[in-house]
């Protein structure tokens, strides 16, 4: 019962770095080996409820953490956050995963799309305008 990232917080098998106000987890289904989450102690949602110790905390660990990663697994790092739509758990994390490649071939390559097309202005433009509304 209850939230399973708090829960994790008692799991030690799992973690992999831990400060006053952050830890690092290892994910239960991860995609690979490598596969860790970092998240606030408390159970906040948004990053925007984070104190700024929390944020700071936060930050730090995602560096010492990814470079830790990065010399074990010998591969680039990952971060990323999913959308409200994806997210499988309420409480606010960041996944940090081993990748061969970096998340525009991964997502170009799953979307379809070109991985790297400069844009042109009006198409900036009515991105900006189609975001704003205008
Ligand atoms: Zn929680």
Not at 33 to 43: A, F, Q, S
Not at 52 to 81: C, H, P, T
């Amino acid at each position: 019962m209850g939230c399973d990232m708090c829960n994790a917080l008692h799991q030690e098998y799992r973690i992999v770095a831990i400060d006053d106000y952050c830890f690092s987890i290892v994910n239960a289904f991860p995609l690979k080996d490598g596969h860790v989450m970092i998240l606030p102690k408390r159970h906040l949602i948004r990053m925007s409820e984070f104190s700024e110790r929390e944020a700071k905390s936060m930050l730090d660990m995602i560096d010492g953490v990814s470079l830790k990663l990065r010399n074990k697994y010998n591969q680039g790092i990952i971060k990323f956050v999913n959308g409200d739509e994806y997210k499988t758990q309420e409480h606010f994390h960041i996944h940090l995963l081993p990748s061969k490649a970096g998340l525009r071939s991964l997502i170009s390559s799953y979307e379809n799309v070109p991985e790297r097309e400069k844009a042109t202005i009006e198409r900036l433009e009515a991105t900006r305008n189609y975001i704003n509304g205008l």
